[in-house]
């Protein structure tokens, strides 16, 4: 079940834990969510170790490269050991400035703090 023969991609990136049921990584590769060595990969395409496998899970792409090729899916700690992870880290997430808070019960804003307001989130 493990070694260096070619595997399809769609069975090693549910072996490796990257989607929750097999069905699912078969439709991530039909969609053309996965990509084998920069090309885009039907499900039956295989894999060997070295090639480089790019999915998008859950809108972010993941890079990873293959090491070992897995057909039955094992623990998280040996499917961490069939792959690479060379995903850059995720941008830093911006600051967005607060929201005004206004005092419950306070009532509808007069026409001074309803221009306040407008001015503080840019309209």
Do not use: Y
């Not at 072996?15 to 069905?23: E, G, I, L, P, Y």
């Not at 499917?79 to 911006?94: H, I, K």
């Amino acid at each position: 079940m493990v070694g260096d023969s070619p595997v399809r991609v769609d069975a090693w990136l549910w072996a490796v834990r990257q989607f929750k049921t097999r069905s699912s990584a078969t439709s991530a590769c039909r969609a053309g969510h996965v990509r084998v060595n920069g090309e885009r990969a039907k499900a039956a395409q295989t894999v060997r170790p070295g090639d480089e496998v790019r999915v998008r899970v859950e809108g972010f792409d993941r890079m990873l490269i293959v090491r070992q090729t897995l057909v039955k899916r094992v623990s998280a700690t040996v499917a961490a050991t069939a792959l690479e992870d060379r995903t850059p880290p995720p941008p830093p997430r911006e600051t967005v400035a607060l929201a005004p808070v206004r005092e419950r019960g306070a009532g509808r804003p007069t026409k001074r703090e309803r221009r306040d307001l407008e001015r503080l989130r840019g309209r």
